[in-house]
């Protein structure tokens, strides 16, 4: 492996690979993992998309490289959200994904978030530790006699459609609502489902900017919130929406500018999937208040518990 730059172990997760750019990850490494992956999965195509991050081309250039190198197909999805590039593979049956985001990181990182058939993700015990296993032997490196190609695949409208088949539009309220995009992918992927919506938005922070000029697409730290709970007050919204940077994952604020917790909307969520799927199982983490399994139990769910982590 002479010549090769040596990966840090460090960047591969519980359920993603995320370092910094460019010291642990850069166009060299993306283009290890892959290859790596491609040969770990044995897919005909994986689709790809990106964030905002400043990185993201490079490493979705030399991703998608080493994926062709071994034969296999790159499905092209350009910038999205993370849950656009599950529904991606769901929907169109490809055999692999990976989401090139760093999530709620600081603007140096960047990462692969990574799925097999069926959106089901790979994690730190069941795929990813078998692609760095393949990156450390070398044996990612033998190439494909036949290369692959790279096609482009548009999936805002059919995305915005699946979004609003979870809703009954004709009972949602005209409510006014801040939403901070946080200069994330919500800027992008809300606007073809807030269209359809009666409700009043005022958006925050809409444009894409991997530099992240006005704050951190993290809304878990409450400093982040603060533009968000003053622009409520000046508008006298309902309520408000902060999204992380590759918006799959929100936090709601009351009128009053207080943070709603996870585990409340998680309640919320498990009401309306038991109201139309009766004696469902539901699982929930393990950071969640008793109130979660007491509401799912009243419903007539059965509340299972599990560790952190979408992976897991």
Same mark, same amino acid.
């Given at each position: 492996?002479?010549?090769?730059?040596?990966?840090?172990?460090?960047?591969? $997760?519980?359920?993603?690979?995320?370092?910094?750019?460019?010291?642990?990850?850069?166009?060299?490494?993306?283009?290890?993992?892959?290859?790596? &992956?491609?040969?770990?999965? /044995?897919?005909?195509?994986?689709?790809?998309?990106?964030?905002?991050?400043?990185?993201?081309?490079?490493?979705?250039?030399?991703?998608?490289?080493?994926?062709?190198?071994?034969?296999?197909?790159?499905?092209?999805?350009?910038?999205?959200?993370?849950?656009?590039?599950?529904?991606?593979?769901?929907?169109?049956?490809?055999?692999?994904?990976?989401?090139?985001?760093?999530?709620?990181?600081? $603007?140096?990182?960047?990462?692969?978030?990574?799925?097999?058939?069926?959106?089901?993700?790979?994690?730190?015990?069941?795929?990813?530790?078998?692609?760095?296993?393949?990156?450390?032997?070398?044996?990612?490196?033998?190439?494909?006699?036949?290369?692959?190609?790279?096609?482009? /695949?548009?999936?805002?409208?059919?995305?915005?459609?699946?979004?609003?088949?979870?809703?009954?539009?004709? $009972?949602?309220?005209?409510?006014?609502?801040?939403?901070?995009?946080?200069?994330?992918?919500?800027?992008?992927?809300?606007?073809?489902?807030?269209?359809?919506?009666?409700?009043?938005?005022?958006? &925050?922070?809409?444009?894409?900017?991997?530099?992240?000029?006005?704050?951190?697409?993290?809304?878990?730290?409450?400093?982040?919130?603060?533009?968000?709970? /003053?622009?409520?007050?000046?508008?006298?919204?309902?309520?408000?929406?902060?999204?992380?940077?590759?918006?799959?994952?929100?936090?709601?604020?009351?009128?009053?500018?207080?943070?709603?917790?996870?585990?409340?909307?998680?309640?919320?969520?498990?009401?309306?999937?038991?109201? $139309?799927?009766?004696?469902?199982?539901?699982?929930?983490?393990?950071?969640?208040?008793?109130?979660?399994?007491?509401?799912?139990?009243?419903?007539?769910?059965?509340?299972?518990?599990?560790?952190?982590?979408?992976?897991?």
């Amino acid at each position: 492996m002479k010549g090769i730059m040596a990966i840090d172990p460090s960047i591969f $997760k519980a359920y993603d690979i995320r370092g910094t750019y460019p010291n642990q990850l850069n166009g060299e490494i993306a283009y290890q993992i892959g290859a790596a &992956l491609a040969g770990y999965l /044995k897919p005909k195509a994986i689709a790809v998309g990106r964030d905002m991050r400043l990185s993201g081309v490079e490493l979705f250039d030399n991703l998608a490289r080493g994926i062709n190198d071994q034969g296999v197909d790159v499905i092209d999805l350009g910038l999205c959200s993370t849950d656009g590039l599950y529904f991606a593979v769901g929907k169109f049956g490809y055999e692999g994904g990976v989401m090139i985001t760093a999530s709620h990181n600081p $603007k140096e990182y960047n990462g692969f978030k990574i799925c097999r058939r069926n959106a089901e993700p790979l994690s730190g015990q069941e795929g990813l530790n078998q692609v760095l296993k393949s990156i450390q032997d070398g044996t990612y490196i033998a190439k494909s006699p036949s290369r692959g190609v790279i096609a482009r /695949k548009d999936i805002g409208e059919e995305y915005a459609e699946h979004c609003l088949s979870f809703v009954d539009i004709a $009972k949602i309220k005209p409510y006014r609502i801040v939403i901070d995009a946080g200069n994330g992918m919500a800027g992008l992927t809300l606007g073809p489902v807030l269209e359809k919506l009666p409700t009043r938005v005022t958006p &925050l922070y809409f444009d894409l900017d991997g530099s992240f000029p006005n704050h951190p697409a993290s809304p878990i730290e409450l400093e982040n919130l603060v533009d968000l709970q /003053k622009k409520i007050a000046e508008t006298k919204a309902d309520f408000g929406v902060a999204f992380d940077g590759d918006a799959d994952r929100m936090f709601l604020v009351d009128a009053f500018g207080r943070q709603l917790g996870g585990d409340m909307v998680t309640a919320l969520v498990s009401r309306a999937l038991l109201n $139309k799927h009766r004696g469902e199982t539901v699982l929930y983490n393990l950071i969640c208040s008793r109130a979660v399994p007491e509401l799912i139990t009243k419903m007539g769910g059965t509340p299972i518990r599990t560790r952190v982590g979408h992976a897991i």
